[in-house]
């Protein structure tokens, strides 16, 4: 069952740093077809986009990725206690 708990904790840090880098990258304007950036996208795509839809930019800001953090820290904590038997 570690193993398992090691497992999730890794894909959920690991999606979170990939949030956080594209993030980071939308500061800078780099190539869109560039294959780090496109495959940044794909992956992270899938969650931030439908966020975006949901809630506006504040002064022109995207705060989805602040969003996407979050809930992706409330599902981590809850699969790992749904694993852990309450």
Do not use: C, K
């Amino acid at each position: 069952m570690q193993i398992v708990v090691w497992f999730i904790n890794l894909l959920f840090q690991l999606l979170t740093v990939l949030i956080l880098v594209r993030a980071v990258l939308s500061w800078v304007q780099l190539d869109p077809y560039h294959p780090l950036v496109r495959t940044l996208r794909q992956i992270t795509d899938p969650l931030l986009v439908p966020i975006q839809r949901i809630v506006p930019p504040i002064s022109g800001i995207d705060i989805s990725p602040i969003v996407a953090l979050i809930l992706i820290e409330v599902l981590r904590r809850l699969v790992l206690l749904l694993l852990s038997g309450f």
